[in-house]
Each structure stands twice: as structure tokens, then as C-alpha cells.
């Protein structure tokens, strides 16, 4: 524990230094790194997310599944465009695919210290994409730079959310991604975003009683981790249980390549997370993850950049808004 804590105070020092030096990262593309220098009077954007997600992130480390896990949602429905973060009647958020996303108030906490700062100036879907980066770099990710510029979405209509199902076949998966302008590799890298994160049993409930109606458990399944989740999850009392999306067994929540080295074996949790093991499009590159840490590490932020990157509103295009979850239209 004492271990741990030293690590996080390490990791919060160098956290100071690396947006201390964004000053200097050059600008490529339409979206840029370092968008908002010098747009916020002399403030650094992006140190005051990082100040708000710090602050949740020693209060509840599993904030960093949730922000993940919310670029994507976000990201993959109109674009990186924070249209996931509107109220109201049969918005995004209404949508039964986003029910369990967290961490709005990571966002609007952010939102509203900027706006006494800068008001109308950064964006609601910078804010989500930049929370992201901090909490996987707290989590025992590898910084990456982010880039900046989008601009916040007028539409979100949850009959617009269409995610990909952890019941779509690989070949399907990998279709939804490339739709996306994702590739196979990529779609690998951010499902190692389940190194973190919990989901609930009844994802896995017919893989565990009943796969492919078959009335049996999947044998792609390791039996140990078959028994022990159906002790977790019981038949009869599926409901709210949650259980880790990540089966290794030291119970600790950190954004590494232990999730590619436990597919191997058989114990991914979600049916999509263990078909990339055993696929022969994907088996090869999750072995070679599952083998170097960092490799996994600089690659998964390169992927959550290219995936920050979808469809993405700049310029005079959508707005800022005053307050991240109501378009000012
Ligand atoms: C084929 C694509 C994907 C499928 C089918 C899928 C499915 C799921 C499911 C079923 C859950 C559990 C939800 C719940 O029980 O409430 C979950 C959680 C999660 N997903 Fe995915 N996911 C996919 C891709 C991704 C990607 C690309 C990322 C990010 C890079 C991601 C990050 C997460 C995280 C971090 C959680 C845990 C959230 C938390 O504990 O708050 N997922 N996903």
C-alpha cells in the first residue's frame, strides 16, 4: 500500500513536468496538440482537467475505467463531439448502452472551472478526451499527447447510439471499427481498455449457462474462472452484480497488458474479449502485447488518439458550449 501511494505521488510530480512541456510539442492536422495555449489568457487547459481528475481519481481509482469508457461512447456515436453528455428527453444518455457510463461530474466539475477562467472557450468534447488521458497516465498508463481543437455537437438522439454489442461476431466487431476508420490492430489496442473496469453478469450470463443457446457454459471459457464467476453471478440473481472485466487475480486496477495475458488463458470476461485471442486476424498481435507491457502501454494511447480523432466538429463547425450537458441551441 505504502508502495502504491509513493508510485501515485511519483506519478502526480511527473504529471506537473509533462504539461509544464506541452508548450513545446509542435501542432499537426486539424485538430492539434496544444490547441488551447495562449487561449485561455495564460492558463494551461489542460493542467486544470488534470487538477479535477487528480482529485477524483485519489478519491475513486475506478474513474479512469469510467472517462475511458466514456471516449469511446462519446466517440463512436456522431463523433468525438460530447453529444454523450446532454440532459434530457431521449438524449444519448438515455439510450440503454449508455445507462452505466460515469463520470459526468469529472466533465462539468472541469467545465465549470474553465468557464470562470475562459468562458465559451474550450470544449466540452476536448474536456472528456483530455480527462481520459490524465486517468490512464494516473493508472499506470503511459502519457501520450492529446489533441485538441474539436468543437461540441448540436444532436444527440439516443435512437442515434449504436454500439458495438459484446454479442456481434469478430468479423462483425471489426467491421464496426472500420467503419469508423479503425483498423484491426486498434480495435485490439482500446479493447485493452477492459484492463480496467467492471461489467455487469448479465453480459456474461449466456456465456455461463447458456452460450449460443446451447444450454452449456462456452468452452472457450477456463472452467476455474467458469465456476468462479457462476458463483458470482448466479443463475436466479443476475441483477446488479458486477464483477471485474479484468480476471486477474490480484484485484488491481491499473491500465496494463494483463488483460491480453489472461485472454490467452482462457479468461476473458466478455465473449468479443476472448474472441481476439483465439481469432486468427487478431491472435497474433494479442500475443505480442500480452508479451511487452510497453509496447501495450505507448500503443493504446496512440490508438485512444486516433480514436479521439472520429468525426471530429473544428473550426466554425457545432459550438462551445456554456455548460456540458445542454446545448446552448
Ligand atoms: C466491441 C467493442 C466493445 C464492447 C462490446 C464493449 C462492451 C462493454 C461492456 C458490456 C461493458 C460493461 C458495461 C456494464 O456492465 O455496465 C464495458 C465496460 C467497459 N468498457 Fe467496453 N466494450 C467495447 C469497447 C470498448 C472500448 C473501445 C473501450 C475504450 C477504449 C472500452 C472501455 C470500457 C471500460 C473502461 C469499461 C468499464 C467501465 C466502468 O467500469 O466504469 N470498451 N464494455
Redo the contacts with the bound molecule.
Sequence with gaps: MVALTMKLSMKLALLELLLMSLSIIPSYGVLQVGFYNGKCNTTNVEKIVSKVVKKHFIRDR?I???L??M??HDCFVHGCDASILIDGNQTEKDALSN?????FEVIDEAKATLEKICPGVVSCADIIVIAARVSVFLDGGKWYHVQTGRRDGLISQASDVD????Y?SISE?IQ??AKKGLSIQD?VL?????S?????C??IQDRLYNFQHSGKTDQTMNPTLAQFLKRRCPKDKIGQV?IP?NSKTNNVNLIDNSFYKQILVGRGI?Q?DQEIALDSRTSDFVKELAKNNNTFLAKFGE??VK?GAIEVLTGEQGEIRRSCNSSLR
Design positions: 475506478f479512469t475505467a469510467a475511458v469508457r471516449q469511446f445507462g452505466s457510463v460515469k463520470g454500439l458495438p454489442s459484446p456481434l466487431t464496426a471499427f480495435m482500446l479493447l485493452g481498455g477492459h480496467v473496469g467492471m461489467t455487469h448479465t453480459f458486477l472485466l466478455l468479443i490508438a485512444m480514436m
